[in-house]
């Protein structure tokens, strides 16, 4: 289960403050009394090409009490081809560094957003949960509402029990649930161990 060392409490994405450097993010998170902080590759890129060390951020996160609870890759992975598909998994190794690094709890990206192919997808799935594995990482794989094919709780689901890895679960998001029509009911199909996130929002 992904929240096994998770604190109660709840996180605060850096995308709610978008643009603020990963210092005073995590001292905004402190102020606000959040209990864990949830990362995008792209935040530890900027904090290190300004200059920053891992291990000094992975230092202020444990002093501050706080849990990283997930990093987060780019979409795009899934049916990626030649050099791209190159890119985006040396992404996916960096964000799995990142996440031994400052410790957290997952990590994860959205599914594609475009029609692509189930076997494709499942097979590119398997790929990178075999890679998370490795490093003993669960994935956390989230949905988005307005994707042409896995837009809901029910077609996920299909997706990640297709892959067939243990280590994969999903992240809800309040929003996309909304865009994408998902039902209640579909909840019904996905163990609680599978879930490893909520997003709350209401953008």
């Known amino acids: 289960m992904v929240s096994r060392r998770a604190r109660r409490g709840l996180g605060l994405h850096s995308l709610t403050v978008k643009g603020t450097a990963a210092e005073r993010f995590v001292a905004l998170a402190v102020e606000a009394g959040f209990a864990g902080v ?6 530890i890129a900027a904090y290190t090409e300004a200059g920053g060390r891992l291990p000094i951020l992975a230092r202020q996160v444990k002093d501050a009490g706080l849990t990283v609870i997930r990093i987060a890759f780019p979409v795009g992975w899934q049916g990626s081809e030649g050099h ?10 960096q964000t799995l560094d990142v996440a031994i690094e400052l410790e957290a709890l997952t990590i994860g990206s959205p599914f594609a957003t475009r029609n692509l192919d189930p076997r494709r997808a499942s097979a590119d799935l398997q790929e990178v949960a075999t890679l998370a594995a490795a490093a003993n ?67």
Request: charged share 30%; glycine share 6%; net charge negative.
């Open 38 to 43: 949830e990362f995008r590759l792209d935040d």
């Open 84 to 93: 791209d598909r190159q890119v985006r998994f040396d992404g996916i190794r």
């Open 137 to 203: 990482i669960p994935l956390s794989m989230e949905f988005l509402g307005f994707a042409e094919r896995w837009r809901d709780i029910r077609s996920a689901w299909a997706l990640v029990e297709e892959a067939g890895q243990n280590n994969v679960h999903l992240l809800l998001d309040t929003f996309h649930l909304y865009r994408g029509e998902s039902d209640l009911q579909g909840l019904q199909v996905v163990p609680a161990s599978r879930i490893a996130l909520v997003h709350v929002n209401d953008a």
